[in-house]
Structure formats: structure tokens, C-alpha cells
């Protein structure tokens, strides 16, 4: 059994989805747990609510540097440290088009939220992680950012960026006692689908039926925790989860 008590941890974009199930699997195995999402307010406080441990809701875009601090401010000012996270929040509103048939203005909101809104929250945490000499960050890609797909050029991008940036921070951070791992899914039936394709629904579900099995938010949460559930002296640097039929 996974015993994170005592730990603190701030799972980004978890509202719904992977992140929701995160943090439910965190406040179970003892974590206190700050939920955070840019939006779904009701929702991200009900999340909260529901956990079993000392937990808060905290609205923050991660496309912004001054909520990004904010954010990590706040926790630190609940918790006095931060010792755990978890980078999942990301989307692919407007993909699953070819690059020119898409709207620029999507496509430099996927990179922004994706890459550079994990580079701003990474930023805002890392230096409290330096000062204790101790913590770990779970970043959360995809195996779009080991194979890409037709129609997936920007979300496949990210998720190339996420996999150097996750190496290049365990090199830098392995002797501050930082730990960073990457956890790698194909496709889950979570509510990603259905903001791609701005609440269409009947799309959604289209989409995910076309596939003979799928992930769920729990078996992608259950690879995050055991990335955490390790003696310090191990790193699970990648992940790589996938349905059954889904080779790559």
C-alpha cells in the first residue's frame, strides 16, 4: 500500500479526467492534495471536498505567470512545502486537423497551456524543491509525443516538448534530490475528446468507439502513483501505458 502521508501535492487540471483520478489516488494513499483548474469551479471544489485528507481547490490558468505564483504561493502559505507535481494539464481544443486547416489561434493556445504553461508552474515549484533538497514531479505526456499522427502536428509537438523538457529536468535536478518522472498514455476515454471538439458529444463518443478498448483516468492515475511509490534512491523516469490493441 502506497503511504504518502505527510506529503503535500498540487495536481494541475484536475477537475475532471487523469488529474481527478490523481488526486483522489493521492488523498488515498495519505497525501493532502491542492486541486487546481482554470475553469469548472464547481466542479474542482467538489473534487476537493470529496478527498479523504486535507485538501483545497485553488482556480489558476496556467497560461498565466502571476496565477501560476499565486497558486504555488498558496500552498505554501497552507502547507509551509510542496512536495509533489503532478503536470497534467493540457487539451487539444481545435485538433485533429491539418495544420492549415486549423485556426492559429488554437493552435497557440495548445502550445501555451501544454508546454508552456507546465514551464510556468515547473518554475513557480522548483525552488522550494531545490531549497528542502527533496520532491518530485510527475509530468503527464502522451505517446503523441513518441509517434505522431495525421491531424495531431501541434498536440504532437507538445507532447515531443513535454518528453525533452521531462529529460533535461531529471539531469538538472538529480543532484538537488529532485526526482522527475513522465508518464506516457494512449488513448483514454476521459473528457479530453469532448473539449477537443468544443462539447460535441455525439463527436466525442464517436471517436472514442471507434476503438476496440481504451484507457481510463484510473489506469493512467494508478501509473502516477507508482512512479511516487518509490525508495529515493529510484526513478521511474518514463511510463508508457497503452490498451492492449493500441501498439505502437
Given at each position: 500500500?502506497?503511504?504518502?502521508?505527510?506529503?503535500?501535492?498540487?495536481?494541475?487540471g484536475?477537475?475532471?479526467?487523469?488529474?481527478?483520478?490523481?488526486a483522489r489516488?493521492?488523498?488515498?494513499?495519505?497525501?493532502?492534495?491542492?486541486?487546481?483548474s482554470?475553469?469548472?469551479?464547481?466542479?474542482?471544489e467538489a473534487?476537493?471536498?470529496?478527498?479523504?485528507t486535507?485538501?483545497?481547490?485553488?482556480?489558476?490558468d496556467?497560461?498565466?505567470?502571476?496565477?501560476?505564483?499565486?497558486?504555488?504561493d498558496?500552498?505554501?502559505e497552507?502547507?509551509?512545502?510542496l512536495?509533489?507535481?503532478?503536470n497534467?494539464?493540457g487539451?487539444?481544443?481545435?485538433?485533429r486537423?491539418?495544420l492549415?486547416l486549423?485556426?492559429?489561434?488554437?493552435?497557440a493556445?495548445?502550445?501555451?497551456?501544454n508546454v508552456?504553461?507546465?514551464?510556468r508552474v515547473?518554475?513557480?515549484?522548483?525552488?522550494?524543491?531545490?531549497?528542502?533538497?527533496?520532491?518530485?514531479?510527475?509530468?503527464?505526456?502522451s505517446i503523441?509525443?513518441?509517434?505522431?499522427?495525421?491531424?495531431?502536428?501541434i498536440y504532437?509537438?507538445t507532447k515531443f516538448?513535454?518528453?525533452?523538457?521531462?529529460d533535461a529536468?531529471?539531469?538538472?535536478?538529480a543532484?538537488h534530490g529532485?526526482r522527475?518522472?513522465?508518464?506516457?498514455?494512449?488513448t483514454a476515454r476521459?473528457?479530453?475528446?469532448?473539449?477537443?471538439?468544443a462539447?460535441?458529444a455525439?463527436?466525442?463518443?464517436?471517436?472514442?468507439?471507434?476503438?476496440?478498448?481504451?484507457?481510463?483516468a484510473?489506469?493512467?492515475?494508478?501509473?502516477v502513483?507508482f512512479?511516487?511509490?518509490?525508495?529515493p534512491?529510484v526513478?521511474?523516469?518514463?511510463?508508457?501505458?497503452i490498451?492492449?490493441?493500441?501498439?505502437?
Amino acid at each position: 500500500m502506497t503511504d504518502l502521508t505527510g506529503r503535500v501535492a498540487l495536481v494541475t487540471g484536475s477537475s475532471s479526467g487523469i488529474g481527478e483520478a490523481s488526486a483522489r489516488h493521492l488523498a488515498d494513499a495519505g497525501a493532502s492534495v491542492v486541486v487546481n483548474s482554470a475553469s469548472s469551479v464547481e466542479a474542482g471544489e467538489a473534487v476537493s471536498r470529496s478527498l479523504a485528507t486535507e485538501s483545497f481547490y485553488h482556480q489558476a490558468d496556467i497560461s498565466s505567470k502571476e496565477q501560476c505564483q499565486g497558486m504555488v504561493d498558496a500552498v505554501l502559505e497552507r502547507f509551509g512545502r510542496l512536495d509533489i507535481l503532478v503536470n497534467n494539464a493540457g487539451h487539444d481544443a481545435g485538433g485533429r486537423r491539418r495544420l492549415d486547416l486549423g485556426e492559429v489561434e488554437d493552435w497557440a493556445d495548445i502550445i501555451d497551456t501544454n508546454v508552456t504553461g507546465m514551464v510556468r508552474v515547473t518554475h513557480a515549484v522548483a525552488p522550494g524543491m531545490v531549497a528542502r533538497r527533496r520532491g518530485h514531479i510527475v509530468n503527464l505526456g502522451s505517446i503523441a509525443g513518441l509517434r505522431a499522427y495525421p491531424g495531431g502536428p501541434i498536440y504532437a509537438a507538445t507532447k515531443f516538448a513535454v518528453r525533452g523538457l521531462s529529460d533535461a529536468l531529471r539531469m538538472d535536478y538529480a543532484e538537488h534530490g529532485i526526482r522527475v518522472s513522465e508518464v506516457l498514455p494512449g488513448t483514454a476515454r476521459t473528457e479530453f475528446a469532448l473539449r477537443r471538439w468544443a462539447g460535441d458529444a455525439a463527436r466525442a463518443d464517436a471517436f472514442y468507439d471507434g476503438y476496440p478498448d481504451l484507457l481510463t483516468a484510473e489506469d493512467v492515475a494508478r501509473c502516477v502513483i507508482f512512479a511516487l511509490d518509490q525508495p529515493p534512491e529510484v526513478t521511474i523516469a518514463k511510463i508508457v501505458v497503452i490498451p492492449r490493441s493500441q501498439a505502437i
